[in-house]
């Protein structure tokens, strides 16, 4: 049985980042008593299969694909966009067991990844500083000081939202036939646990158990802004059963990754803890290698996966964000490279996808940065199109085994 999570009172003398200000706002109590009172929108017995699905990636018997969308838009949170949302990631995700030859587990970035954490806390636009846009959950994308004023009725709304998509992963999890023995294919939730308002609240107790468990998403994530060991979101992640998972980036130490990897899985339990490297396609090959040896020499069987996106952002000349994908398949390439040549299985890609035809993503059909204009509809980060993942899937993904 894990340790019971600090209260609010605790949590509240952790240092936590990229936290809205809003405390003062008349509505934050009244949400966050809503937000505790509120029906699980996952359940421990979901969470024992996912586990179960990632210690099978763990011991290099599957894979995992991880995708979906950098900020999720509460405008695109109907049935019709989720579905087409859960189709292109099973599309995605048949496509790359083809290649692979062995097992998928499919975990979408949907059901809640509705925060951002931002590098700055204020942009200016038309010569006017504003807030930076946080995600739907905290405020608008919206360049005016109100529509970017963080308001925490946002948080009801996302678990509204969220609540949705979960019905819709749950139906297709049900009807959906098993791709291993040991393996639910899914589709299952993953999300940035970045708004605290909104994880904290939504911590439940397995009355089976007794054991905690968070049930706003089966796998939740700290960024590479969050993963403070002595911070807030690290001791509500170490403190709860779902399968966990961290972003690193080039910042991350031998040492520090090692001291996260014993905060957040003690007991080294196959199928608890995800590493998600993301480093650039210019830089992994010098940073990775001697993550990876700390990590065996210290005996956790974690999942590596690949985000070979968020290492390789670039800005254009007009200041558009956008990623090549040439670039993103160097370092998707030698990650597997790099973890197969230190006896580690390469488990999979996390991958920033629009279901749609959008032109965020400059490799395949967008030949230039000047198409660039044409369907650049992200809220954040510029994602790949289906054609587009399935192309890097292509020349990266090993062969069928005979």
């Not at 979901?46 to 995992?64: D, I, P, S």
């Not at 975990?107 to 200016?124: H, N």
């Not at 204009?373 to 085994?401: F, G, H, M």
Request: glycine share 8%; proline share 8%.
């Amino acid at each position: 049985m894990t340790a019971a999570p600090p209260t609010i009172e605790e949590w509240a003398r952790l240092p936590a980042e990229q936290q809205p200000d809003w405390r003062s706002h008349p509505a934050h109590g009244r949400v966050r008593t809503k937000l505790a009172e509120a029906p699980a929108l996952v359940f421990p017995e979901e969470l024992r299969a996912l586990r179960a699905g990632l210690a099978e990636v763990a011991a290099g018997r599957a894979v995992a694909l991880q995708a979906g969308d950098c900020a999720e838009s509460f405008y695109e949170s109907t049935a019709e966009h989720v579905a087409g949302k859960l189709a292109a990631l099973e599309s995605l995700a048949t496509h790359f067991a083809d290649r692979a030859g062995i097992p998928v587990l499919r975990i979408g970035r949907l059901g809640g990844q509705f925060g951002k954490p931002r590098s700055a806390p204020t942009e200016s636009v038309d010569g006017e500083d504003l807030l930076a846009f946080h995600g739907h959950l905290v405020n608008s994308e919206i360049p005016s000081p109100a529509g970017r004023r963080p308001d925490p009725r946002r948080l009801l709304w996302g678990y509204q939202f969220a609540s949705e998509a979960q019905r819709a992963m749950r139906r297709l999890r049900e009807t959906g036939e098993p791709v291993a023995e040991s393996i639910n294919p899914g589709p299952w939730s993953s999300h940035d646990a970045l708004v605290l308002d909104y994880e904290g609240p939504l911590v439940r107790t397995d009355e089976a158990t007794g054991d905690r468990y968070l049930a706003s998403t089966h796998l939740p994530w700290l960024g590479a802004r969050t993963a403070d060991l002595a911070g807030a979101h690290v001791a509500l992640l170490s403190t709860i059963v779902n399968p966990v998972a961290v972003k690193v980036s080039t910042r991350m130490t031998p040492a520090a990754l090692i001291a996260l990897c014993a905060a957040l899985d003690p007991e080294r339990v196959p199928g608890r803890l995800t590493l998600i490297p993301r480093m650039g396609a210019t830089t992994i090959a010098a940073a990775l290698p001697p993550l990876v040896r700390a990590v065996r020499s210290a005996g956790h069987p974690v999942v590596w996966l690949s985000d070979p996106m968020h290492g390789n952002t670039i800005r254009t000349a007009s200041g558009r964000k956008t990623r090549y994908l040439d670039a993103m398949v160097a370092e998707a390439s030698a990650f597997n490279v790099l973890l197969s040549a230190h006896g580690s299985h390469p488990g999979g890609l996390h991958l920033e996808t629009a279901a749609e035809a959008v032109t965020e993503c400059v490799g395949g059909s967008v030949g230039s940065e000047r198409e660039l204009a044409d369907n650049y509809t992200s809220l954040c980060d510029p994602r790949l199109t289906s054609d587009q993942a399935i192309a890097l899937i292509d020349r990266v993904a090993v062969e069928p085994k005979e």
